[in-house]
């Protein structure tokens, strides 16, 4: 199979144009849709106007929620549809995942009333929560001090 450095050449400053459009919708932080001018990209990345719908196409491969436009002389990304960055240093199905072993782990170390009180009182969890867990073996415990108050932590 022929490999065309022309065509390698083309893909390359087409995927830095894609790639300057994604991190700048990414990064915006106004109001609307982001705008990125064609003739700018076409400037600086040395392309063809002609290859602007193919830029498009890239831009909503590389990330498919976004709602990409061309109309008139603008690549326009629209705000709302774009992930806003997470407060937690991973992904949720991830931080799932570590949560899920910390609750096997306390589980693991720990038993009856003990348990309930660490699950309740010191992470917090309400009634309904530690049902959902998996922890049925605690219903037992669910009469204990009412919601409103602020319980006592023993240790």
């Given amino acids: 199979m022929n ?8 893909e390359k400053r087409l995927s830095d144009a894609a790639g300057e459009v994604v991190s700048g919708a990414l990064n915006y932080d106004g109001y609307g849709p982001y705008h990125a001018l064609v003739d700018d990209l076409v400037e ?3 392309l063809d106007e002609a290859y602007v719908p193919l830029l498009a196409d890239m831009i909503r491969e590389r990330v498919p929620m976004m709602d990409v436009e061309v109309i ?10 774009l992930p806003g960055p997470s407060p937690l240093p991973f992904q949720p199905d991830r931080m799932e995942h ?3 072993k910390a609750l096997d782990w306390i589980g693991e170390h720990e038993r009856g009333s003990d348990l309930y009180d ?3 009182n010191m992470i ?6 530690i049902l959902a867990a998996g922890f049925e073996c605690l219903e037992k415990y669910f009469d204990g001090p009412d919601t409103d108050e602020n319980p006592v932590i023993s240790m």
């Fill in 3 to 10: 490999h065309y450095k022309c065509l390698a050449d083309l």
């Fill in 44 to 46: 600086v990345h040395k």
């Fill in 72 to 81: 008139n002389n603008e690549i326009m990304v629209q705000r709302d549809q």
């Fill in 98 to 100: 570590l949560l899920d």
């Fill in 118 to 120: 660490t699950l309740r």
């Fill in 124 to 129: 917090g969890m309400e009634d309904d929560e």
